[in-house]
Nanobody, 124 residues
Framework: QVPLVESGGGLVQAGGSLRLSCAAS????????MGWFRQAPGKEREFVAS????????GAADSVKGRFTISRDNTKNSAYLQMNSLKPEDTAVYFCAAARGPYYREGTTDYDYWGQGTQVTVSS
């Protein structure tokens, strides 16, 4: 059973929007911060956004700040990434991840459950 399942990726023109969703089981979601990461071809996986278990703290990488918003619905064991004003450099595979604990985290090693990723392609 895949612990996390992403959806919502696709092809969009520059300036457009997409909303990614991450569905989790209670075991891989409850009590955990959630994060979104991305990996472009030939590059390392990088932090995009994170939100604490309570939702009281959230944040995003400087490269997406003001354009991307992370949120969660603890009643649905789900996390989301709203992406607006998309740019070609946002093209990557986007991964949802569940952290080892409840607090906001930015490092890949702070997360122990990962989805399989969803492709986001932004055309110019």
């Amino acid at each position: 059973q895949v612990p996390l399942v992403e959806s919502g990726g696709g092809l969009v023109q520059a300036g457009g929007s997409l909303r990614l969703s991450c569905a989790a089981s209670a075991r891989t979601f409850s009590g955990r911060a959630m994060g979104w990461f991305r990996q472009a071809p030939g590059k390392e996986r990088e932090f995009v956004a994170s939100i604490s278990w309570s939702g009281g703290r959230s944040g995003a990488a400087d490269s997406v700040k003001g354009r991307f918003t992370i949120s969660r619905d603890n009643t649905k064991n789900s996390a989301y990434l709203q992406m607006n004003s998309l740019k070609p450099e946002d093209t990557a595979v986007y991964f949802c991840a569940a952290a080892r604990g409840p607090y906001y985290r930015e490092g890949t090693t702070d997360y122990d459950y990962w989805g399989q990723g969803t492709q986001v392609t932004v055309s110019s």
